[in-house]
């Protein structure tokens, strides 16, 4: 038995020393670390005391490291972000996009700083953009209840306008431009520093686009659907393609004389590009008054070869067409001041002298002494006084005193004169600004423009150059707000005289004019390269002349009403000729018909076809 219970108790010490020993293993054991950063092992934790209570096997898990906090943070400020940014569209108040943007901003702080590679580098630009934002809500806060207000109700309205806008709805988008045009003129007054700045500019789009609503979008829309009729023209006629592509350009041109800004360069590169592909001259075409008259079409080349004597269609000159200048309506009718093309140039010219007559100096209430200088601001009238000035004789005559010297004069109405003043009238140098934007800066003569000076005109059409009584007179240039620009002598806001005109599309004429039309002897380069030398009436070809073609084919005899009428020569480059008679454009009754290999045939020309001759070949 003592043998039995020795061995017995020799094999319980021996287990629960291998229990023991276990046991210290798995409570000493080094925790697993993740692979991507391995953490450096703890000090080994002494041996447990032996106990009879149940021990845990494993420690417990390790906290996350920044690697694992990046994808959280990240989320939740791209979440806060989401907020701020869905506050900001709904319109809520500066305060409450404030506590928003400085939620995500400082979530994308301490994702920058969990975050590495990759990762990071996202958080501190999303950082960087929330701050951005905060700022300028800062600002605006800073600026005040008033401003913030104003902003809020100015930026409301812009987006009714663009909506208005973008639904064609041009009257209403027009009126809504101009009251959101009201209020950031209203916040700009009530803001200061970049919120003032950023009111300003705000304001400057609005009348903008407000103009383009009401002037513009019809036209562009219109022209924009001739553009789209030409594209699908493709296969068509060649006659029937060029009416679309006058259609069009027409359509285009009448939209720069309206559009502003963006659309206007859209309207003028659609003009550009219309007439580049076209390759002849531009005509004013209108779907209700039809076509002024249409280009001289280039005449394919004869046939090198004789042809049959059976045959008696020509293959050579097929042309009926005639070549016009570019209408000038569009640009002169409309190009003084900013007038409708049927009121013309006079007309506006007449309408702002009568409103420099209206806005007369006014005299003093009561007589002063001469000589007695003025404060340096003072109304009178219904004007506005502020410069250095003193009382003078009135130039009228009589008892009255006026005022001489050098300052600013602001009428009730709007309108403005700054420069010199002698006896009550505009002398020397200065500048008048109608309320309306248009203005004229340069000489004046006895309180009339006269003399060398800049004219405005609101149509965005720009003068420089002599000057009579208000009205653009002698030499000068002219810049259209259409692109086209004319250099030389005018005659009451139109082209009379000496000058040339440049179109936008590339076209040129030098020579003489008379009211606006192009008329006598000049020089006429078309855009695709062709040029006509010869006399012009009613802006046409009219008389004897010669027209090089940018192929070297060349015309030279008589022109009527821009065609080849009467006896005429035309040369094809590859050594053709016909000399003979033509009647509108078309080989019409006596004519030769001389191929480059000596063959001709001689005889009588109907419509453009051989109606009776007989076919001569060369001897040999």
Request: glycine share 12%; net charge neutral.
């Amino acid at each position: 038995m003592n043998a039995i219970a020795r061995e017995f108790r020799s094999g319980l010490v021996a287990a629960t020393l291998c229990f023991l020993t276990a046991l210290a293993s798995a409570q000493t054991a080094e925790p697993v670390a993740p692979a991507q950063a391995p953490a450096p092992a703890p000090a080994p934790a002494p041996a447990p005391a032996p106990s009879t209570e149940p021990t845990a096997v494993s420690a417990a898990a390790p906290p996350p490291t920044s690697a694992d906090a990046c994808r959280p943070l990240t989320d939740q400020a791209m979440s806060a972000d989401f907020k701020a940014a869905t506050a900001q569209s709904q319109r809520k108040g500066a305060d409450e996009l404030s506590a928003l943007f400085l939620d995500a901003i400082n979530l994308w702080q301490r994702a920058g700083e969990a975050c590495t590679g990759r990762a990071k580098e996202r958080a501190l630009r999303n950082l960087e953009d929330s701050r951005k934002s905060r700022g300028a809500l800062s600002e605006l806060l800073d600026s005040g209840a008033q401003c913030a207000s104003s902003h809020k109700d100015a930026d409301a309205l812009h987006e009714l306008a663009k909506q208005a806008s973008t639904e064609r709805r041009w009257l209403d988008a027009s009126l809504l431009y101009r009251k959101a045009e009201n209020m950031w003129e209203l916040a700009a007054e009530s803001c200061t520093g970049n919120q003032q700045q950023q009111a300003l500019k705000r304001r400057e789009e609005a009348e903008t686009d407000g103009h383009n609503t009401e002037f513009c979008a019809p036209l562009f829309d219109r022209a924009r659907s001739l553009s789209q009729k030409l594209r699908a023209a493709n296969g068509a006629p060649n006659e029937e393609k060029t009416r679309a592509s006058m259609l069009a350009e027409t359509a285009w041109r009448d939209a720069t004389v309206q559009c502003r800004g963006a659309a206007l360069d859209a309207s003028r590169n659609n003009t550009q590009t219309i007439a580049r592909e076209r390759g002849t001259a531009w005509v004013a075409t209108r779907e209700s008054g039809g076509t002024v008259s249409s280009p001289l079409a280039l005449p394919a080349t004869a046939p090198t070869s004789a042809p049959r004597i059976a045959s008696v269609g020509m293959a050579g000159v097929k042309s009926g067409a005639a070549m016009a200048l570019p209408t000038l309506a569009a640009a002169v009718g409309t190009g003084v001041a900013g007038a409708g093309a049927s009121s013309g140039a006079a007309a506006v010219a007449s309408s702002a002298l009568s409103s420099i007559k209206a806005a007369g100096i006014p005299a003093l209430a009561t007589a002063g002494k001469i000589g007695t200088v003025l404060p340096a601001e003072f109304v009178a009238g219904s004007a506005r006084f502020s410069g250095s000035f003193v009382t003078a004789n009135s130039s009228s005559g009589g008892d009255g005193t006026s005022y001489s010297g050098r300052g600013k004069v602001v009428w009730d109405n709007g309108d403005s004169f700054e420069g010199s003043l002698v006896n009550g009238q505009r002398q020397g140098e200065g500048q008048f600004v109608w309320a309306s934007g248009q203005s004229y800066a340069g000489m004046w003569e006895q309180d009339q423009p006269r003399g060398q000076g800049q004219m405005q005109f609101t149509n965005g059409n720009r003068y420089q150059g002599r000057v009579e009584d208000g009205l653009p007179e002698g030499q000068g240039v002219m810049k259209y707000a259409s692109g086209d620009e004319f250099t030389g002598q005018l005659k009451r806001g139109s082209p009379s005289g000496r000058g040339v005109y440049v179109w936008a599309a590339g076209q040129r004429f030098e020579g003489e004019w008379l009211q606006g039309v192009a008329q006598g002897s000049g020089t006429l380069k078309f855009a695709n390269g062709d040029i006509f030398e010869g006399p012009v009436q009613g802006s046409v070809p009219h008389g004897a002349g010669r027209l090089v073609y940018a192929s070297g084919d060349v015309y030279t005899g008589s022109f009527k009403n821009g065609r080849p009428d009467g006896e005429g020569r035309f040369a094809w480059k590859m050594g053709d000729v016909y000399s003979g008679q033509w009647r509108e454009g078309l080989k019409d009754g006596a004519g030769v018909m001389t191929w480059a290999n000596g063959d001709r045939w001689e005889g009588r020309f109907s419509k453009d076809e051989q109606a009776e001759g007989q076919l001569i070949r060369k001897a040999g």
